[in-house]
């Protein structure tokens, strides 16, 4: 089994001090490096171990912070948060490249090979990163179809993949359409996933919080986008070039 090292990266970020997770894969060889945004509620063990695994697929792996080391279980606090957060790009990308930069200053990482991937708000950042021309080799999201400033995604230099639950009440079809025609009206090598029955946050084990409507678990399809998800990182950016 590949050996991964960890570490705990502090840096500052949209006025806080950001706690994000590092995962190295066994050598010391540069490596290609993935960028990993979290939901709304912020970075838990599960999205540290989504960093672990890609390390064990050989990749160096950031889960990045969005709410300064806080994982919010009360919805309404984690909304207080996340809606002015999403509503301001030019927060969004602040985020985002403070993360960004922390990856690529990591010795192991390769910086010209990264690609960003994000969950909820997360997604919305690393599309932001996109709209904001950074030169990624792919962005993937989940349950983060945002659409961005008019003409902005022109800029997006690498394909993008969007999963999302066909029943979501928070992405519904109209805002479905809305990032498609704004993918395809940029010429972006993009694809849509629709995931057949899924709710908000199909992708994330259950958690004892308050039960959000609209939000629920899907073992299946949740396997199926992380499959995605790598099938992704292994066309666009493959461990060995």
Same mark, same amino acid.
Do not use: K
């Given at each position: =089994?590949?050996?991964?090292?960890?570490?705990?990266?502090?840096?500052?970020?949209?006025?806080?001090? =950001?706690?994000?997770? $590092?995962?190295?894969?066994?050598? %010391?060889?540069r490596?290609?490096a993935?960028? +990993?945004?979290?939901e #709304?509620?912020?970075?838990?063990?599960?999205?540290?171990?989504?960093?672990?695994?890609?390390?064990?697929?050989?990749?160096?792996a950031?889960?990045?912070?969005?709410? /300064?080391?806080?994982?919010?279980? @009360?919805?309404?606090? =984690?909304?207080?948060?996340?809606?002015? $957060?999403?509503?301001d *790009?030019?927060?969004?990308? /602040? +985020?985002?490249?403070?993360?960004l930069?922390?990856?690529?200053?990591? *010795?192991?990482? @390769?910086?010209?090979? +990264?690609?960003?991937?994000?969950? #909820?708000?997360? #997604?919305?950042? !690393?599309?932001?990163? #996109?709209?904001?021309? %950074?030169?990624?080799?792919?962005?993937?999201?989940?349950?983060? $179809?945002?659409?961005?400033? *008019?003409?902005?995604?022109?800029?997006?230099?690498? *394909?993008?993949w969007?999963? !999302?639950?066909?029943?979501?009440p928070? =992405?519904?079809?109209?805002?479905?359409?809305?990032?498609?025609?704004?993918?395809?009206?940029?010429?972006? @090598?993009?694809? $849509?996933?629709?995931? &057949?029955?899924?709710?908000?946050?199909?992708?994330?084990?259950? %958690?004892?919080?308050?039960? !959000?409507?609209?939000?629920?678990?899907?073992?299946?399809?949740?396997?199926?986008?992380?499959?995605?998800?790598? &099938?992704?990182?292994?066309?666009?950016?493959?461990v060995?070039?």
């Open positions: =089994m590949t050996t991964v090292t960890t570490r705990t990266v502090e840096y500052p970020a949209d006025g806080l001090t =950001m706690i994000g997770h $590092l995962a190295l894969p066994a050598g %010391v060889d490596r290609p993935v960028l +990993i945004g979290p #709304g509620p912020g970075l838990n063990d599960f999205q540290r171990r989504r960093a672990d695994a890609l390390a064990e697929l050989g990749y160096v950031l889960a990045f912070d969005i709410n /300064g080391g806080r994982w919010f279980t @009360d919805p309404q606090e =984690m909304l207080a948060r996340a809606i002015p $957060l999403l509503a *790009p030019g927060r969004m990308r /602040g +985020i985002g490249h403070a993360a930069d922390v990856l690529r200053a990591e *010795p192991r990482t @390769d910086p010209g090979r +990264i690609a960003a991937i994000g969950y #909820g708000t997360g #997604g919305a950042i !690393v599309l932001e990163l #996109g709209r904001d021309g %950074v030169d990624l080799r792919a962005i993937g999201t989940v349950n983060a $179809l945002t659409t961005g400033r *008019p003409g902005e995604a022109e800029r997006i230099r690498c *394909p993008v969007a999963g !999302v639950g066909s029943e979501d928070i =992405m519904p079809a109209g805002q479905r359409d809305a990032f498609a025609a704004e993918m395809q009206a940029a010429g972006v @090598d993009w694809r $849509l996933v629709v995931y &057949g029955g899924a709710l908000h946050a199909f992708h994330h084990p259950p %958690v004892d919080q308050n039960v !959000v409507p609209g939000v629920g678990h899907h073992p299946q399809h949740a396997r199926r986008a992380w499959r995605d998800i790598v &099938g992704l990182l292994a066309e666009c950016l493959p060995a070039e």
